[in-house]
């Protein structure tokens, strides 16, 4: 490796996080790091500000009017700040703005992958890509839950917390967001698996950071028919109710699982 490059497609590292894994990747790599970061919420500059004071060697930013739509750094922005503090980054700003006037008569006036406040609020407040907020809101929308939205990013919260809390770079973000929406709309929580989910959490995406929950692994197990065989002393109601604590909403999810 040449690099180590800290990937935040969510916008969830505050300045003083940012600042910390900076410090520590270089002690513990040896290697340059390098900062990419999609905040919705705006706090893009100043974790760059923060990382590149503390080591970092390289932003991935964008220009100005990509920047804006995508919630990117912009280099313009970037460099003119740098150059105020009196870190010097080489980069000629002029031809940077010259870039963006490239990019302007080619965009022309219509909005680059529109999104509304709402969404960015929400993706910002819920700690996820705004891609993947703004995809769940249409999805909703089309099956006329546009007002399950909330409900929606909080069980997409859930899961992840129950699969180990993978990272939500593509496509675990989408395989999370798919699976919350099934969970939601039919109101019954693994009612349904997806097969990408199921993998999530067999193993077959890697090895998550956090413990899976034991709950949620038995009933993809089941649905996938990879459970264990019972032994002599099968479960009572009571283990059942335990292990399966979050999954059900009824008696009968009980049975089912």
């Known amino acids: 490796a040449s690099r180590v490059l800290l990937n935040d497609p969510t916008g969830g590292l505050l300045p003083h996080v940012t600042q910390e894994l900076v410090e520590r990747l270089r002690e513990a790599s040896g290697l340059p790091v390098g900062l990419y970061i999609q905040a919705a919420g705006g706090t893009a500059l100043a974790n760059a500000l923060v990382a590149t004071r503390v080591g970092a060697d390289v932003v991935a930013t964008a220009v100005y009017p990509l920047a804006l739509t995508l919630h990117r750094i912009a ?49 910002a407040e819920y700690d996820l890509p705004a891609g993947l907020v703004a995809a769940l809101d249409v999805h909703l929308r089309a099956h006329s839950a546009g007002d399950r939205l909330l409900d929606t990013l909080i069980e997409v919260t859930r ?25 939601v709309l039919s109101a019954r929580r693994y009612g349904t698996v997806l097969d ?51 999954l059900a909403s009824s008696e009968e999810d009980l049975v089912l699982l």
């Open 75 to 123: 280099g313009e922005s970037l460099v003119e700040v740098l150059e105020g503090l009196d870190r010097p980054t080489g980069v000629d700003v002029a031809r940077l703005w010259e870039a963006s006037d490239v990019v302007d008569e080619h965009l022309g006036d219509e909005p680059l992958a529109p999104l509304s406040p709402r969404i960015a609020v929400r993706a």
């Open 196 to 246: 990408e989910f199921r993998q999530l959490v067999t193993g077959g995406y890697g090895t998550p950071p956090g413990e899976i929950d034991a709950g949620v692994r038995r009933a993809v197990e089941l649905l996938a028919g990879q459970a264990p065989a019972l032994d002599d002393d099968p479960p009572s109601v009571d283990d059942v109710r335990e292990a399966a604590e979050g």
């Open 159 to 183: 899961i992840r917390d129950e699969a180990g809390r993978p990272p939500l770079a593509a496509p675990i973000g989408l395989i999370l967001g798919s699976q919350a929406l099934l969970n």
